[in-house]
């Protein structure tokens, strides 16, 4: 392949090339640093970039692999990524996506940037975010808006949305992302990428990273769904002192052997209620949902329609706990924040002790009941969306309600699965009336990973989307 055209491999296939000696990772890194460097700007895709230390580190890379040979490297070894900016990187400017900490710089790796690195992959910087990952869209007072490569008036949702713009631009081959209540599978979605918000348990949150509502995971966000998986098995190395561990694979065994599996036979869910009355559905999202289902069934699973097992009983203790969660960050700078964060950290605070553990429970008790619901299913197919990705500037034509609650249509089918713990997964399956990309969304049974991995492989091979790039961004 020529040298101008190496972002059109995948992760694995970048590593395979690092270890046959067809390219270099100081090539690899120099060609995306690049390409972030021409179209960056344009999707707001990275609030900082570490040239220098990226170049470095893939010289070391280099070296290992000729003082050592290829044989017994990590399956990504070599391969760039990148960072999301919630996420503590030693040495490297850490925003959360806010004002408030625009020149913060943390002493210590989390464990996830730790973990990366041990596997081999180079992170080219930190990618964008919105303040706290409080939004299903990426804007903040830092690095501004990230965009959709699709389409540039377009959000690339949130709160993952400089992660899946780069992914989906070529700027990095797969990307480091964080979920708590859709924000991995919603800029999938809008980006027409995969993205694996794993079990709980799978990747813990440490040294920094509060579990203590356990909504929150991290993840991949790829272009294929063995990218997905390789990343995983960087990741999922369960660290002392994490509060909840999902069980592991047998000994032996990776995710990455899993998506080259078929999965079998299986039973599966299906519905398209967002359980909220005042959501409708867009009938293209809905079309393309149809489809997929069409498409499991002629694949030889057996397709049942149900009812959405959990209704709109956790849309207010959901909130609640989230509205709590998103005093998490500490400043003194409070009046730095915008609109949004300030919002959402006043109703927290004005919530008693008595309050959180009630919608705790109520959370608990909603996620039980859906999970006894299906639990006769291997998995559930929903749409991603309710919506098609608008403007940036859309969500923020009112007040800090409005602006919340026209988030709705972009999590109201997420935040289910974050509160219950299962896995899930966003598939790009669908295009638009527009050629835009359109989701579909595939939740697993808890701890579920390795088969679920295994389904949405075998639906990217029946329907590949990998050859689908944004035209802006060759």
Known sequence: MAPSQLHELDALAQAAAVRSGEVSPVELVDHH???????????????????????????????RLRRDGPDGLPPLYGVPTAIKDLTATAGVRTTFGSKAFDGFVPDEDAHAVRLLREAGTISLGKTNTPEFGLAGYTDNEVAGPALSPWDTTRT?????????????????????????GGSIRIPAACCGIFGLKPSRGRVGNGPFGSDVTGFTV????SRTVRDAAAMLDALAVPQAGDPYWAPPLPDGETFLQYAGREPGKLRIAVYADPGLPEIEVDPQILAVHREAAELLAALGHEVTEIENPFGDTLRDTFMTVWATQSLLTKTAAEDDLRPLSRWWREIGRGLTAEQFLDAMTGVH?????????????????TPTL??????????????????????????????????????????????????LPVGVMLAGRPAGEARLLSLCAQLEAARPWTENRPPAFP
């Open 156 to 180: 690339a949702g949130g709160s993952s949305g400089g992660a899946a713009a780069a992914v989906a631009a070529g700027l990095v081959p797969f990307a480091h992302g964080s979920d708590g």
């Open 386 to 435: 309710a919506m098609r990705p608008p403007a940036p500037r859309w969500f923020q034509e009112g007040d800090a309600l409005e602006e919340a609650r026209r988030q709705t249509g972009l999590s109201c089918f997420t935040a289910v699965f974050n509160a219950g713990g299962q896995p899930a997964a966003g598939l790009p399956l669908g295009r638009d009336a527009d050629g």
């Open 365 to 381: 008790q909603g996620s039980r009941r859906a999970a006894e619901a299906l639990d006769p299913y291997d998995a559930v197919l």
């Open 218 to 221: 991290q993840g991949p966000l």
């Open 33 to 63: 640093l690049d390409r972030i460097e021409r179209y960056g700007d344009r999707l707001g895709a990275f609030v900082t970039v570490t040239a220098e230390s990226a170049r470095d580190q893939a010289v070391q890379v280099e070296r």
